[in-house]
């Protein structure tokens, strides 16, 4: 079973940064694609940066530029994000694929699993 935690939310001033990261623990085989989405209040929850197991990155274009997601080697994936805005104001989620071990030696299955979120308010 794989279960992420999260952590680096909270309250900041329009301007400035929170880092959020996510770890992952389990039997876990591989790794692929790690995201962060956020959900704004009334609003649908968005896909807002990637990182695929080659480091490959993208990132919607609100928070282009001003975002920076990264991942190590192992199970953690970190989302620095300066130059605050309100309406960046939401709660984050990570996301996490890959395979783990299967019950049979040798085989493996796929996981996708979500953290618990963590809120970010951006407000003077």
């Known amino acids: 079973q794989v279960q992420l935690v999260e952590s680096g939310g909270g309250l900041v001033q329009p301007g400035g940064s929170l880092r959020l990261s996510c770890e992952a623990s389990?039997?876990?085989?591989?790794?692929?694609?790690m995201n962060w989405y956020r959900q704004a209040p009334g609003k649908e929850r968005e896909l807002i940066a990637d990182?695929?197991?080659?480091?490959?990155t993208t990132y919607a274009d609100s928070v282009k530029g001003r975002f920076t997601i990264s991942r190590d080697n192992g199970k953690t994936v970190w989302l620095q994000m300066n130059s605050l805005k309100p309406e960046d104001t939401a709660v984050y989620y990570c996301?996490?694929?890959?395979?783990?071990?299967?019950?049979?030696?040798?085989?493996?299955?796929?996981?996708?699993?979500w953290g618990q979120g963590t809120l970010v308010t951006v407000s003077s």
């Open positions: 990182i695929s197991s080659r480091h490959t």
């Open positions: 389990g039997t876990i085989a591989v790794i692929s694609d």
């Open positions: 996301n996490v694929q890959g395979l783990v071990e299967g019950v049979v030696l040798g085989t493996y299955r796929d996981f996708d699993v």
